[in-house]
């Protein structure tokens, strides 16, 4: 690839992590069988994926389609070099992340309030606290379960609307103050324009340095590969991605799915840039997928196109 003034501020290599199991699944109605994750993880292992969340620890009635979490983060955690992370809510789930040994637990944290009340029946204070006592929880037991903030609705909100810059950032602050090991900009309902990304993620870097480690962004109004993008030409080199564009949230109506992890890596590798992924092998996935969601919305557009022609040639040259 020719490098520009346009292009070469962007990271060589990106880390795409796979979110299907979780953000997808968890609000899709149908329950995958456990053994269908089981190989869903080990094609996506062999498709070169080396960060999935696996899968959520919250009570299984509220989430029967995540209620095998702990089944598959031990298959998962069978797997050499693969980062296996889960969410967790509060401190029940984290103690459950910490039992289990998980490499990293993220922990949602909404910049809307009234998400965050929606969501967790806590104002986002009130979360930060809980995560002070997960930090503190986690030095008493010395494990090394790696914690992850994922700042929600960071670029509004489908209950509240707006959502203020100034707010995320004395959230990202606050957490950070707490002792959490990294943080990420969620656009959990699809809200954000590239503009609004390059705005936000700059304002956070120079609070978070390099520990902003991750951008989320959901392909509700079609803007996710533009969010990437911008995000990119600050360095961010980690993107949260759903195969086949699966799932949405629970308590933002209307929000689709992450972008596509197939769909991303198209345009990571026709830029240039580095995955570690194999095409071929997560649109094998991808048909899997579907056929186990038989029914359920997907999304994505490149495995109706195919690769272009010239993309072909240089993968077979
Ligand atoms: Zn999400």
């Known amino acids: 690839m020719q490098a520009s003034s346009f292009t070469e501020s962007l990271p060589r290599r990106v880390v795409v992590r796979e979110m299907g199991l979780r953000d997808g699944l968890q609000s899709v109605a149908t329950v995958v069988p456990t053994a269908a994750k089981l190989e869903w993880i080990r094609a996506a292992y062999e498709a070169g994926q080396r960060e999935i969340e696996v899968g959520s620890f919250v009570p299984p009635r509220l989430l029967p389609q995540l209620a095998d ?108 103050d707490a002792g959490v090991d990294a943080v990420s900009l969620a656009d959990t309902v699809g809200y954000a324009d590239p503009a609004m990304v390059s705005r936000l993620f700059e304002r956070v870097l120079r609070v978070a340095g390099d520990r902003l480690v991750c951008g989320h962004f959901h392909d509700t109004r079609g803007l996710g590969l533009a969010n990437v993008f911008a995000a990119m030409q600050l360095g961010i080199a980690r993107f949260d991605a759903c195969i086949a564009g699966i799932g949405g949230c629970p308590h933002a109506p209307g929000a689709s799915g992450n972008v596509s992890t197939e769909d991303l890596t198209y345009m990571l590798h026709s830029m240039g840039v580095e995955t570690g992924l194999e095409f071929d092998r997560l649109l094998a996935l991808r048909a899997r997928v579907v056929q186990w969601l038989q029914g359920e919305p997907t999304h994505g557009t490149i495995w109706k196109a195919g690769l272009p022609k010239t993309m072909k040639e240089a993968l077979h040259a």
Do not use: W
């Open 69 to 176: 979490t702990g089944e598959v983060l031990a298959f998962a955690q069978t797997l050499p070099g693969l980062r296996a992370t889960v969410l967790v809510p509060n401190m029940k789930g984290a103690e459950r992340a910490m039992d289990a040994h998980a490499e990293m637990m993220l922990l949602p944290l909404s910049a809307s309030h009234a998400h965050s009340l929606a969501n967790l029946r806590k104002a986002p204070d009130e979360v930060v606290a809980e995560i002070g006592r997960i930090r503190a929880e986690r030095d008493a037991r010395g494990v090394r379960t790696a914690i992850e903030v994922g700042i929600s609705t960071a670029f509004g909100c489908t209950i509240q609307g707006r959502v203020e810059p100034e707010e995320v950032v004395r959230l990202v602050q606050a957490v950070l």
